[in-house]
């Protein structure tokens, strides 16, 4: 299966489905939720519509995906989304209902497709944050991914300056690799003390 339903103490990792577009217009409408994510709020249900058929159904058909929705198992409902890259730079994203933060449960969420990746060997995961957003960089830091460097980068559709932090967990045991394309690609980038 290419996108193993996965479930922790109280979610379910699953597919996104049609029936889901709903709970999806939920997360990606909101503007504080979206802050620091590459795209605008959506607008409308017909928006979420379109990003569930432009960022979903592609990964759903590809031999192995880890894209999913996050569930409250109370419900099986959508409340967030949680995906890794099945290729370099094996990059970790998430986002949440605000109504839903400060409960761990996106921290929750990490763990088990952590686990799911580790299982199928996955060498290491990425994952990045805006300076600006330093709660996210906490949620990486609990994970086990230490801080590698900043960098800077002209980030779009906003098409606003962003100094990245680069967080990496090694699940191979090669814990001298960092990825570093992030780095080469950026004329801006230093490593932070105390982080």
């Known amino acids: 299966m290419n996108t193993p339903t996965l479930e922790t103490k109280r979610l379910i990792l699953r597919k996104f489905t049609e029936q889901d577009i709903k709970a999806l217009f939920l997360i990606l409408h909101d503007k504080e939720v979206n802050t620091f994510l590459p795209w605008y709020p959506v607008k409308?249900?017909?928006?979420?519509?379109?990003?569930?058929?432009?960022?979903?159904?592609?990964?759903?058909?590809?031999?192995?995906?880890?894209a999913y929705a996050v569930c409250l198992k109370a419900d099986n409902c959508p409340i967030g989304y949680i995906n890794v890259d099945?290729?370099?730079p094996y990059d970790l994203g998430y986002g949440l209902r605000k109504e839903f933060w400060h409960k761990g449960i996106i921290t929750e969420a990490d763990k088990g497709i952590i686990e799911q990746v580790r299982k199928?060997?996955?060498?290491?995961?990425?994952?990045?944050?805006?300076?600006?957003?330093?709660?996210?960089?906490?949620?990486?830091?609990?994970?086990?991914?230490?801080?590698?460097?900043?960098?800077e980068e002209q980030w779009q559709p906003k098409n606003v300056l962003v100094t990245f932090r680069m967080y990496q967990l090694n699940l191979d045991?090669?814990?001298?690799?960092?990825?570093?394309?992030?780095?080469?690609?950026?004329?801006?980038?230093?490593?932070?003390?105390?982080?």
């Open 120 to 151: 199928d060997n996955l060498p290491y995961i990425t994952a990045t944050h805006d300076r600006n957003n330093p709660r996210s960089g906490g949620v990486m830091r609990n994970l086990g991914l230490k801080y590698q460097y900043s960098y």
């Open 44 to 66: 409308n249900m017909t928006e979420a519509k379109k990003y569930y058929e432009a960022q979903y159904i592609p990964k759903y058909i590809q031999s192995q995906s880890y």
């Open 173 to 195: 045991g090669n814990e001298s690799r960092i990825y570093k394309k992030y780095w080469d690609d950026s004329a801006v980038h230093f490593i932070e003390p105390g982080l």
């Open 86 to 88: 099945v290729k370099e």
